[in-house]
């Protein structure tokens, strides 16, 4: 767009240039013309005035010649006798005969110039006085007047061409800045803003891209919250239904059910995770000790059904660059996946700490370990889930400047330990 705007704007500047300077330079050729002519008209008319007075006295050659002086190049006088005072130019002399013939002033275009005859009527006869002015003498400036002219046109076209690329660049550095900050949109950054500017129409565009990046920013946090409350909301039925299960008598009814729900919870958890996470790593700045240990305090009640022995070492560490959101997203991830993938009765360990300013969280189990380190790629399991938690670990981490490691544990157990980026 900019460039068309120079484009158009040089196209049309240029038109009017030529066609005010083409004419402006033929006026001035006719008025160097026009000036040299009028300046020959003079020079006649004073040789004229003097040679009249002298012709009238009847003088000779040489008192006429003593009384007009030296005269100017061009200009010369024929008496009437022929003799020809003054040094005549090449092609000069065409219009004397005409004008002592018809005693009346002749001028007119002859080769190589302009003449004009001025007769002057004596006792002995008609003198004359003929000025010659050559093609170079009627153009003199011409050529310096057009050079100015052509400039003067460069220059003014110069200037438009730069005021427009500036005010196409005032039009377009919105529009790019609203397709920035669009890709910014798209790439889960939901603080990504427009500047809003004139002129009115890319203002309200500004305005309704702010006002849909807004939008979308609430509608996620409600989605957030909801899934949150969803969490909570069924956790507890499903901890109960297990618990009333396990009250069934029938050994064979009772492992059926319990298979269910725990099908069931393992369901629920994988979508929940997947929904809190699906930008993982949203702008913000969470206390990663105080968030974890809440997330446990939830994990416990669960644990304890379990009879699983939870061993919790936190120490505070400071803030974490990641939302509350995330960092619960990593632990329940975290947490879910010894519930899901170790037998029931299988302690484990949540640690937070920090090395080299860098926080992490490290959740460890005493089960079998990793059957293969590709559980970490989206929608690879162990167990017949999703296989969606690790990966939104990982993900989540790389978003905060982090990373994620998966090793087994000395006597038996898996280790992932999460490395987040600090806050500053």
């Given at each position: 767009?900019?460039?068309?705007l120079?484009?158009?704007?040089?196209a049309?500047?240029?038109l009017?240039?030529?066609?005010?300077?083409i004419?402006?330079?033929l006026?001035?050729?006719?008025q160097?013309?026009?000036?040299?002519?009028?300046e020959?008209?003079?020079?006649?008319?004073?040789?004229?005035?003097?040679?009249?007075?002298?012709?009238?006295?009847?003088?000779?050659a040489?008192?006429?010649?003593?009384a007009?002086g030296?005269?100017?190049?061009?200009?010369?006088?024929?008496?009437?006798?022929?003799?020809?005072?003054?040094?005549?130019?090449?092609?000069?002399?065409?219009?004397?005969?005409?004008a002592?013939?018809?005693?009346?002033t002749?001028?007119?275009?002859?080769?190589?110039?302009w003449?004009y005859?001025?007769?002057?009527?004596?006792?002995?006869g008609?003198?004359?006085?003929?000025?010659?002015?050559?093609?170079?003498a009627l153009?003199?400036g011409?050529?310096?007047?057009?050079?100015l002219?052509?400039?003067?046109?460069?220059?003014l076209?110069?200037i438009?061409?730069?005021?427009?690329?500036?005010?196409?660049?005032?039009?377009?550095?919105?529009i790019?800045?609203?397709?920035s900050?669009?890709?910014q949109l798209?790439?889960?950054?939901?603080?990504?803003?427009?500047?809003?500017?004139?002129p009115?129409?890319?203002?309200?565009?500004g305005?309704?891209?702010?006002?849909?990046?807004?939008?979308l920013?609430?509608?996620?946090?409600?989605?957030?919250?909801?899934?949150?409350?969803?969490?909570?909301?069924?956790?507890?039925?499903?901890?109960?239904?297990?618990l009333?299960?396990?009250?069934?008598?029938?050994?064979?009814?009772?492992?059926?059910?319990?298979?269910?729900?725990?099908r069931?919870?393992?369901?629920?958890?994988?979508?929940?995770?997947?929904?809190?996470?699906?930008?993982?790593?949203?702008?913000?700045?969470?206390?990663?000790?105080?968030?974890?240990?809440?997330?446990?305090?939830?994990?416990?009640v669960?644990?304890e059904?379990?009879?699983?022995?939870m061993t919790?070492?936190?120490?505070?560490?400071?803030?974490?660059?990641?939302?509350?959101?995330?960092?619960?997203?990593?632990?329940d991830?975290?947490?879910g996946?010894?519930?899901?993938?170790?037998?029931?009765?299988?302690?484990?360990?949540?640690?937070?700490?920090?090395?080299?300013?860098?926080?992490w969280?490290?959740?460890?189990?005493?089960g079998?370990?990793?059957?293969?380190r590709?559980?970490?790629?989206?929608?690879?399991?162990?167990?017949?889930?999703?296989?969606?938690?690790?990966?939104?670990?990982?993900?989540?981490?790389?978003?905060?400047?982090?990373g994620?490691?998966?090793?087994?544990?000395?006597?038996?157990?898996?280790?992932?330990?999460?490395?987040?980026?600090?806050?500053?």
């Amino acid at each position: 767009m900019r460039r068309r705007l120079a484009l158009l704007s040089l196209a049309t500047t240029a038109l009017v240039v030529i066609s005010l300077l083409i004419p402006l330079g033929l006026l001035v050729r006719r008025q160097a013309g026009d000036r040299a002519r009028l300046e020959a008209e003079r020079t006649a008319q004073s040789t004229a005035a003097l040679l009249a007075l002298t012709v009238s006295l009847n003088e000779d050659a040489g008192a006429i010649e003593s009384a007009l002086g030296p005269l100017d190049p061009g200009t010369v006088v024929v008496l009437p006798d022929g003799t020809v005072l003054g040094e005549p130019m090449t092609g000069q002399g065409t219009l004397v005969p005409i004008a002592v013939e018809r005693q009346a002033t002749i001028s007119g275009v002859v080769e190589g110039g302009w003449e004009y005859a001025l007769p002057v009527i004596g006792l002995a006869g008609t003198a004359v006085v003929d000025v010659f002015v050559t093609d170079e003498a009627l153009s003199d400036g011409v050529v310096e007047a057009w050079l100015l002219l052509a400039l003067l046109g460069v220059l003014l076209v110069a200037i438009a061409v730069w005021v427009a690329d500036r005010l196409g660049e005032r039009l377009v550095r919105p529009i790019s800045d609203l397709a920035s900050a669009a890709r910014q949109l798209g790439a889960g950054d939901l603080d990504a803003r427009v500047e809003v500017s004139d002129p009115e129409e890319i203002r309200e565009v500004g305005e309704s891209f702010n006002w849909l990046a807004g939008r979308l920013e609430e509608l996620i946090a409600e989605e957030r919250e909801a899934a949150a409350d969803l969490s909570h909301r069924l956790r507890t039925p499903l901890t109960s239904l297990r618990l009333q299960a396990e009250k069934v008598t029938d050994d064979g009814e009772r492992e059926e059910v319990l298979g269910q729900v725990g099908r069931l919870e393992q369901a629920i958890d994988q979508l929940i995770v997947a929904t809190r996470s699906a930008t993982p790593g949203q702008g913000g700045v969470s206390d990663l000790s105080s968030v974890v240990s809440a997330r446990c305090s939830f994990w416990a009640v669960l644990a304890e059904e379990q009879r699983r022995v939870m061993t919790l070492n936190v120490d505070d560490h400071g803030p974490v660059a990641l939302s509350r959101e995330a960092v619960e997203a990593v632990v329940d991830a975290l947490v879910g996946n010894v519930f899901s993938h170790t037998d029931p009765a299988t302690p484990f360990d949540v640690t937070v700490g920090s090395e080299g300013g860098r926080p992490w969280l490290e959740v460890s189990d005493h089960g079998p370990g990793f059957a293969s380190r590709t559980l970490a790629v989206r929608g690879v399991s162990g167990a017949g889930s999703t296989g969606l938690g690790l990966d939104i670990v990982r993900r989540t981490a790389e978003s905060a400047g982090g990373g994620m490691e998966m090793f087994d544990r000395p006597g038996g157990g898996a280790v992932v330990r999460v490395w987040l980026g600090p806050s500053g």
